[in-house]
């Protein structure tokens, strides 16, 4: 027998060979959650169809459909990117998920890729669903598909960063109630089923600068009404996308 032929060779896997692992890892765990499936695709599901088909909200003119499918894009992106992230986080955190992680020869920045990769598999599988359904109730979108990715990635870099930082800084239980009490007033204030000219002037002009109402009245203006860039719904998530991962960064806690 040569020498070496059967030679252990020790040592970490290639960085992307572990960040791809981590981020698969990490997108079988979120579809194998029940709680994630009802907040990332069945409730956006079942909204988008009973508002659609049913009228309960008087959301102007034109086909319902065409005003809620845009809207409820941008919840599905905020119940993957901030809400399940949030509950996930705040667990791995508590459990000492996140300690172990950060001792392993992944690189703590790494593991924040590999989160990041995870939410946005998870939300193209969202939306090619919700577009689905939303076709099949007569959707018509317009305009640029280049607006909608730019609006749709800046939009999870904000509610990415806000949902590290509740996860990083709260207890898993505090994580877990603000995060749902957070999505289901954003639900109702955001501009996602409820129109923000329904709300009175002063109410609408604060509701607007949220990161909700900014991606759904961006998605629409370019889905439904064919805009061109809608510079002012993409500054604000910016802003907010800064912001919320600049405090992730400095405020998160492993421990």
């Given at each position: 027998m040569s020498a070496g032929t059967y030679t252990p060779k020790p040592g970490a896997a290639p960085l992307a060979r572990m960040i791809t692992a981590q981020a698969a890892f990490e997108t079988r765990m979120l579809l194998r959650n029940g709680e994630q499936l009802l907040l990332t695709v069945i409730i956006p599901s079942?909204?988008?169809?009973?508002?659609?088909?049913?009228?309960?909200?008087?959301?102007?003119?034109?086909?319902?459909?065409?005003?809620?499918?845009?809207?409820?894009?941008?919840?599905?992106?905020?119940?993957?990117?901030?809400?399940?992230?949030?509950?996930?986080?705040?667990?791995?955190?508590?459990?000492?998920?996140?300690?172990?992680?950060?001792?392993?020869?992944?690189?703590?920045?790494?593991?924040?890729?590999?989160?990041?990769?995870?939410?946005?598999?998870?939300?193209?599988?969202?939306?090619?669903?919700?577009?689905v359904i939303a076709f099949a109730l007569g959707w018509s979108p317009h305009g640029n598909p280049l607006w909608v990715v730019l609006l749709l990635v800046l939009g999870t870099a904000a509610f990415s960063g806000l949902g590290l930082l509740m996860a990083g800084t709260l207890k898993a239980e505090a994580t877990l109630a603000a995060a749902n009490l957070v999505f289901l007033l954003l639900l109702v204030g955001g501009g996602v089923i409820v129109p923000l000219d329904r709300f009175p002037e002063g109410v609408a002009d604060v509701l607007a600068l949220l990161p909700i109402a900014a991606l759904s009245d961006g998605l629409r203006d370019v889905l439904r009404d064919g805009a061109g860039v809608p510079w002012g719904d993409m500054g604000i998530l910016a802003v907010w996308a800064v912001l919320g991962l600049g405090a992730a960064a400095r405020l998160f806690r492993w421990e």
């Open positions: 079942l909204l988008l169809v009973l508002f659609s088909t049913v009228d309960i909200v008087d959301t102007g003119a034109g086909e319902p459909v065409d005003f809620l499918a845009p809207g409820v894009l941008a919840l599905a992106v905020m119940s993957t990117a901030f809400t399940g992230q949030a509950i996930a986080t705040g667990f791995e955190r508590r459990y000492g998920v996140l300690k172990r992680l950060g001792a392993s020869p992944l690189p703590r920045w790494a593991l924040m890729c590999a989160k990041t990769l995870s939410v946005l598999a998870t939300e193209v599988l969202q939306i090619v669903l919700l577009t």
